[in-house]
């Protein structure tokens, strides 16, 4: 069974982030979407919340699971013997820095974990989380960056984060 894992914080998993999912499901028979915590990053969702919006937005898929995880991505695949992981690449900076992500994953799973790039569409090079979140500060038209059905939650949360 060829098995790949596609991670990411995702607050919020954006239409990109979705698009990614559904072509790398049909690549593998099964696809583990990795909800991450990184500790380099204040989220506006907890790890619990943001792993609840995924599996709401991809619970249609047959060949698709989540779990989530703080820590090295790169150690879960170790851990679950996996080989693939997927990645979404937007444009030249994301492809630099993933390329570099992906040399030091191999290299850390003693070249055991390759890495698959998915490019984005073109309606989709500048969806971002980031981009979401600030559009949802404003009360702007958000669903152009996520899902319909988890908008008014996002929505909500730039409430609390919107400027005085």
Excluded at 60 to 83: C, M, P, Q, R
């Amino acid at each position: 069974m060829k098995i790949g894992v596609y991670s990411g914080s995702f607050d919020p998993i954006t239409l990109g982030h979705q698009d990614v999912i559904k072509r790398a499901a049909q690549m593998f028979d099964k696809l583990i979407v990795v909800v991450c915590n990184n500790s380099e990053k204040k989220y506006w969702f907890s790890l619990e919340e943001r792993t609840e919006m995924v599996k709401e937005l991809l619970k249609d898929y047959d060949n698709i699971e989540i779990d989530n995880y703080s820590g090295l991505i790169v150690n879960y695949l170790i851990e679950k013997d996996i080989t693939f992981i997927v990645r979404g690449v937007r444009n030249q900076e994301d492809c630099a820095l993933e390329l570099y992500f992906a040399d030091g994953n191999y290299m850390i799973s003693d070249k055991k974990v390759d890495t698959v790039f998915i490019p984005a569409m073109k309606e989709y090079i500048h969806t971002s989380s980031t981009a979401a979140r600030e559009i949802a500060r404003y009360g702007g038209k958000v669903e152009c960056y996520v899902d319909e059905k988890i908008a008014k939650k996002v929505l909500e949360r730039g409430k609390i984060y919107a400027p005085k």
